[in-house]
């Protein structure tokens, strides 16, 4: 896993953190995003952690339904 820190907004503070991770499902790997709202990255990397059986459900749910662009799931968390 590996995170990054997305673009500043008006006041100086970051709009959020996208964590990258990679799901295998039947021999196959696809490249998942999610991006976590949070004022720094210890909290963004703890709700993270808290939530990934639910980001990894709908991860895995998006790669079942086929609504994956571009090869890439791309979840949002408030």
Known sequence: MR????????DGQPDGYTFFFQIATDGERRACCVKV????????????????????SMARD?????????????LVMP
């Open 37 to 56: 709202d949070a004022p720094d990255i210890h909290e963004a990397s703890a709700l993270f952690r808290e939530k990934w059986p639910i980001i990894e």
């Open 62 to 74: 998006g790669i079942k339904t086929g609504t994956v662009e571009d090869g890439v799931i791309t």
């Open 3 to 10: 995170q990054a820190r997305l673009s500043i907004n008006g």
